[in-house]
């Protein structure tokens, strides 16, 4: 295999199209009048066939009405074989190692991008490009600048996009979120949060052989934007723990669990186009175990108390450890006027008791976690109306924790970040200024 980087040039004598935008392209993808009408099949492609997309294909995109999977397409083939075998069942599914080539030959509405974080981007604005309406998968971006650039093209080109947060569109979690927006409680004073765990650095390690049945520009295409490192399984399968390729997207990670729990924080706080104007780290950072005074250290990682303060006087406190056999992982505490709500995944808890107690309270979601937020994508491809979990909330709420990373390398414990969410920069922190971006490999900028 060749270590060499790969040109523009040299991708499309290759026949990757990485550049070659399709020339057939949708008719809805010309303006708002070609949208799908109210009773049209959606029709749709998926892009990255790991885990994610497994868990998409077996329990949501069936039971989703109004929806069609037409191709699915990932680089390494074997993947897109196994994937096809093992869950098409009676439906048939194009196969393709090219996503560009299946936008151009499938008559596709929109693309679900179930890709590797650090590629994300890059084949989100291609796609956006080529006509294509996104479900983009969480975290969305590798960087915040690189987030913006996602939001600037999704309104330049007037796609339809959903972030990958789908607590967006569990019917209880928005009606508690609702709670806190509207005042009902009181004022928030503060919200209480993990403290998520953070990325670590790769140690380059000896080259291994390639996956079976890669091909030859195969890591050089997974690698996309990131430095071209020998090929290794644990980069490979392992990315979402490295610095490099994402920031913390394990469990009970900063980019993993923590944007769902932050996008949740956003919503009930009215903040879903700003954020914070304060950083503050509480501490060093340390690898420690997530769980409260012990040895356990199966989840442990770099991790540091963090406070941010929102222009209101609301102060988030990133500071929770695991508690128990309860996980708190996926939403935050509120602590208001009129007693405390805590708000997880389709679950709620309150003290007084009677928060909850609401007889118009919707109770827990009998369907899976990601129908509604899926359903409300299909159905905004239709209206061409914004979806609950846009792509400029979730910017924000991705923004938050790429804020956490940045504050931990920085390292200035006790001193005051100040942000500006509408630069989306600090005012006081060069340092933390260099980390908003980087510097993608040739051939991988974003177009």
């Known amino acids: 295999m060749a270590h060499g980087k790969l040109t523009r040039r040299e991708a499309i004598k290759a ?17 708002q009048n070609g949208a799908p009408g109210a009773n049209d099949t959606v ?16 329990y949501t995109l069936r039971s989703v009405p109004g929806l069609r999977v037409a191709a699915v397409c990932d680089i390494l083939e074997p993947r897109v074989d196994s994937f096809v075998n093992d869950l098409a069942g009676d439906q048939t599914w194009k196969r393709y190692t090219n996503f560009l080539e299946m ?6 509405d929109g693309v679900m991008v179930e890709t590797t974080t650090h590629t994300r981007a890059w084949v989100t604005v291609l796609a956006m490009q080529a006509g294509m309406d996104v479900y983009i998968e969480k975290p969305m971006c590798l960087t915040i600048a690189e987030g913006r650039e996602m939001v600037n093209a999704a309104r330049r080109y007037g796609r339809v996009t959903q972030v990958g947060t789908q607590q967006r569109t569990i019917p209880i979690n928005n009606w508690a979120s609702d709670l806190v927006k509207s005042g009902t409680l009181g004022k928030v004073h503060a919200v209480i949060a993990p403290n998520f765990t953070g990325p670590i650095r790769w140690e380059d390690k000896p080259g291994q052989p390639l996956p079976e049945g890669a091909s030859p520009t195969f ?3 997974w690698t996309n ?7 290794h399984p644990e980069l490979h399968y392992g990315w979402a723990q490295w610095w490099d390729y994402d920031g913390g997207g394990m469990s009970f990670g900063v980019t993993g669990w923590g944007t ?11 903040t879903d186009e700003t954020g914070p104007v304060e950083v ?22 770099p991790r540091a108390k963090v406070t941010m303060r929102y222009a209101d006087g609301v102060e988030l406190r990133l500071h929770r450890d695991r508690q128990g056999n309860t996980l708190h992982g996926l939403g935050a505490r509120f602590l208001c006027d009129a007693g405390e709500l805590e708000i997880e995944r389709n679950a709620l808890a309150s003290d007084p008791e009677d928060i909850i107690a609401s007889p ?34 979730g910017q924000r709420a991705t923004s938050l924790c790429y804020l956490v990373n940045i504050a931990r390398d920085v390292g200035r414990v006790g001193e005051v970040l100040r942000w500006d969410p509408a630069a989306e920069r600090f005012t006081n922190c060069d340092e933390g200024n260099a980390m908003l971006s980087r510097v993608p490999r040739e051939g991988y900028e974003l177009p």
Do not use: F
């Open 15 to 31: 026949g990757l199209g990485v550049l070659a935008l399709p020339t057939i392209i949708p008719a809805r993808a010309l303006g």
């Open 360 to 393: 118009d309270n919707p109770g827990p979601n009998p369907m899976d976690e990601c129908y509604y937020h899926v359903l409300d994508w299909v159905e905004c491809i239709k209206s061409r109306q914004r979806c609950a979990a846009d792509i400029e909330y």
């Open 43 to 58: 029709n749709v492609g998926i892009i990255g066939l790991g885990g994610r997309a497994r868990w998409l294909a077996e």
């Open 219 to 221: 890591w050089d295409e």
């Open 280 to 301: 503050v780290l509480e501490e060093p950072v340390a690898v420690k175990s997530i769980w409260t005074d012990s040895d356990d250290m199966s989840l442990a990682g």
């Open 225 to 231: 934007q990131t430095v071209l490192r020998p090929y």
């Open 260 to 270: 769902h729990a932050y996008d949740q924080i956003q919503r009930a706080l009215g």
């Open 103 to 108: 936008i151009e030959r499938e008559n596709l």
